[in-house]
């Protein structure tokens, strides 16, 4: 074939789809998004230092078993690159582009993004971030996308860095997700966070603000003990000290979204902050106005608009609509 074309002594095609083996990673205003199977089940450590301990942790019909690499557990922090990935992967769904399990993506952009510094030592910790999610594994019997397995599998499959910089940072990554994480992207078994979620400081605020964002999405309350809200977080501390920690985190009452209150029997109340609409209360969209928002708002995701529109129609007092379609779109037009 190489003598083919020299013989002829034509020049070979442009490679037209250089990227087709890969996404991506452009869109700079994609809304965070998070996993459920990884929300409920405490795969990452919340501790900062290594932790080494193989973690087992069985809650219902779910049984986990997680264990470090020599680097140690991920932690809560590094989900931040998993996060990254998959508000990527869920923008480019929503906007109707192809996706892949791979990813190309730029540290800076996946570091600004995630509120992190933008130093060496941001970058440094990155590398070490990447290292401990494709070393961590997970043997587990989680469902995602209604296929049940018991298998294990890494939290990343693999990872690259492909272009530094002459200091020797990174500019550009290529990372690998898990299948059962591409999966639960291709299911849409995800939920949105408050951007917010990257400037909560500690572990154990963003542990507990998944799990009311989990829990508490689409209904008014979630009530839970504390024992159970101690295993469901993955905390190692006794239930004491987790007890404090909770005590401490309803004092500074900072959690996106959420608000905690703590109840006679060691109960712990977790309510939203904002209103919750029972269905049908809110005014309805129709899939036409939702392909139009997505048109005028490329690279957000359509849903998000709606739901923070509905808040809106709700802070204003709820007046009525004659057409609810070119109410949300007008807002959306003043938004973009």
Request: glycine share 6%.
């Given at each position: 074939?190489?003598?083919?074309?020299?013989s002829?002594?034509r020049?070979?095609?442009?490679?037209?789809h250089?990227?087709a083996?890969?996404?991506?990673?452009?869109?700079?205003?994609?809304?965070?998004?998070d996993?459920?199977?990884?929300?409920?089940?405490?795969?990452?450590?919340?501790?900062?230092?290594?932790?080494?301990?193989?973690?087992?942790?069985?809650?219902?019909d779910?049984t986990?078993?997680?264990?470090?690499?020599?680097?140690?557990?991920?932690?809560?922090?590094d989900?931040?690159?998993?996060?990254?990935?998959?508000?990527?992967?869920?923008?480019?769904?929503?906007?109707?582009?192809p996706?892949?399990?791979?990813?190309?993506?730029?540290?800076?952009?996946l570091?600004?993004?995630t509120?992190?510094?933008?130093?060496?030592?941001g970058?440094?910790?990155?590398?070490?971030?990447?290292e401990?999610?494709?070393?961590?594994?997970?043997?587990?019997?989680?469902?995602?996308?209604d296929?049940?397995?018991?298998?294990?599998?890494?939290?990343?499959?693999a990872w690259?860095?492909?272009?530094?910089?002459?200091?020797?940072?990174?500019?550009s990554?290529r990372?690998?997700?898990?299948?059962?994480?591409?999966?639960?992207?291709?299911?849409k078994?995800?939920?949105?966070?408050s951007?917010?979620?990257?400037?909560?400081?500690?572990?154990?605020?963003?542990?507990i603000?998944?799990?009311?964002?989990?829990?508490?999405?689409?209904?008014p309350?979630?009530?839970?003990?504390?024992?159970?809200?101690?295993?469901?977080s993955?905390s190692?501390?006794?239930?004491?000290?987790?007890?404090?920690m909770?005590?401490?985190?309803?004092?500074?009452?900072?959690?996106?979204?959420?608000?905690?209150?703590?109840e006679?029997?060691?109960?712990?109340h977790?309510?939203?902050?904002r209103?919750?609409l029972?269905?049908g209360?809110?005014?309805h969209?129709?899939?036409?106005?939702?392909?139009?928002?997505?048109?005028?708002?490329?690279?957000?995701?359509?849903?998000?608009?709606?739901?923070?529109?509905?808040?809106w129609?709700?802070a204003?007092?709820?007046?009525?609509?004659?057409?609810?379609?070119a109410?949300?779109?007008?807002?959306?037009?003043?938004r973009v």
């Amino acid at each position: 074939m190489g003598g083919y074309a020299v013989s002829q002594g034509r020049k070979l095609l442009p490679e037209r789809h250089p990227t087709a083996d890969f996404f991506v990673c452009d869109i700079l205003d994609a809304l965070p998004k998070d996993d459920l199977a990884s929300m409920e089940h405490p795969l990452f450590a919340l501790s900062t230092r290594a932790d080494l301990r193989v973690l087992t942790y069985a809650h219902n019909d779910v049984t986990v078993t997680v264990t470090p690499s020599v680097r140690g557990r991920a932690t809560l922090f590094d989900k931040d690159i998993l996060i990254y990935c998959i508000s990527q992967l869920m923008a480019a769904l929503n906007a109707g582009r192809p996706i892949s399990r791979t990813l190309h993506l730029r540290a800076h952009d996946l570091l600004v993004a995630t509120n992190r510094e933008t130093s060496g030592d941001g970058y440094r910790r990155l590398v070490e971030a990447f290292e401990r999610l494709a070393g961590t594994r997970i043997t587990t019997n989680i469902t995602t996308a209604d296929i049940e397995e018991t298998t294990g599998f890494g939290l990343i499959e693999a990872w690259q860095i492909q272009r530094r910089t002459r200091g020797g940072r990174m500019i550009s990554v290529r990372v690998t997700l898990a299948d059962w994480l591409f999966r639960a992207v291709m299911a849409k078994s995800v939920l949105t966070l408050s951007r917010d979620y990257f400037r909560l400081r500690k572990p154990l605020e963003r542990r507990i603000y998944e799990l009311a964002r989990k829990h508490c999405g689409h209904q008014p309350e979630w009530r839970v003990s504390l024992p159970v809200l101690a295993h469901k977080s993955g905390s190692a501390s006794p239930l004491r000290v987790f007890r404090r920690m909770i005590r401490d985190m309803i004092a500074a009452n900072h959690l996106p979204d959420y608000e905690l209150a703590e109840e006679a029997g060691d109960m712990i109340h977790v309510r939203p902050r904002r209103v919750v609409l029972s269905p049908g209360e809110a005014p309805h969209l129709s899939p036409e106005a939702l392909a139009e928002a997505r048109r005028l708002a490329p690279g957000l995701d359509a849903y998000a608009l709606e739901a923070d529109w509905r808040g809106w129609w709700v802070a204003t007092g709820r007046p009525r609509l004659r057409s609810p379609d070119a109410a949300f779109l007008g807002w959306v037009r003043k938004r973009v």
